[in-house]
């Protein structure tokens, strides 16, 4: 991974068009091939950034700044680099990540939906888990009974942050042509429990909330032998 601390604007073209104005910024360049910009602020959320598959061309505009041109392979959308000053430059081999490592219920949780898609959705089907972005990992991609991409984001307890999480995911994806085919890709929030500040956040986002019953899905909760 390569981490450059500068002073630099950013112009985004493609499906839509952002500019941020001259500011000290960080540049990650990751061995994925991904490219983010982030600011001091705004969380851990990158202010733009452009996925793999992309190339990264480092030269010098017209008016003498060092320009970096970052061009998606699969689209015309580019992010275009000019730096004013560069603070620091430094390169890191992270090695191999293991991935995060989640409790035990929601893991299982996670397995179990991804065997059994359908309780979310009526004909849902799982594509992949564990589908890796620029920021992280979706629980599971799946499709629906329309040929529709559904990003599904699983949480034992579902709170505003699951729900921002689950956003700034979708916003990644509906940038991928391979996945927006047939229309945008929406989302799915699924957990045992839902806030109800989270349920309204993403509703408002047009994401879809899903009660999930663990012991049903474990096959311990039998309905036709309950007392009450």
């Known amino acids: 991974m390569r981490i450059v601390v500068a002073r630099c604007q950013v112009d985004y073209a493609g499906r839509l ?12 360049l990751k061995s994925d091939g991904s490219v983010l910009i982030h600011s001091d602020g705004g969380s851990y959320k990158p202010l733009n950034w452009m996925s793999p598959p992309c190339t ?32 620091h430059d430094t390169s ?28 979310l959705a ?12 620029a920021i992280g990992p979706v629980d599971l991609m799946c499709r629906d009974a329309e040929g529709l ?27 991928d042509p391979a996945l927006t085919r047939k229309g945008s890709v ?11 500040q989270a349920r309204v956040l993403a509703t408002d986002r047009g994401i879809a909330c899903a009660l999930v019953d663990y012991d049903a899905l474990r096959g311990m909760d039998d309905a036709e032998h309950r007392l009450f």
């Open 17 to 28: 068009t952002a500019h941020l104005p001259l500011a000290t910024r960080v540049l990650m």
């Open 56 to 87: 990264v061309r480092e030269g010098v505009a017209e008016d003498g700044r060092a320009e970096w041109l970052v061009s998606a392979t699969k689209s015309d959308d580019t992010l275009r680099i000019l730096i004013d000053e560069v603070l």
């Open 92 to 119: 890191h081999d992270l090695g191999v990540d293991p991935g995060l490592q989640k409790d035990g219920v929601e893991k299982h949780l996670q397995e179990l939906l991804a065997e059994h898609p359908a309780t």
């Open 122 to 133: 009526d004909g849902l089907t799982l594509v992949r888990r564990e589908y890796m972005t």
């Open 149 to 175: 991409s559904v990003a599904v984001e699983i949480k034992r307890r579902g709170e505003i942050d699951g729900v921002e999480q689950l956003t700034r995911y979708l916003d990644l994806l509906n940038r």
């Open 186 to 196: 929406r989302g799915i929030f699924a957990a045992q429990e839902i806030k109800p």
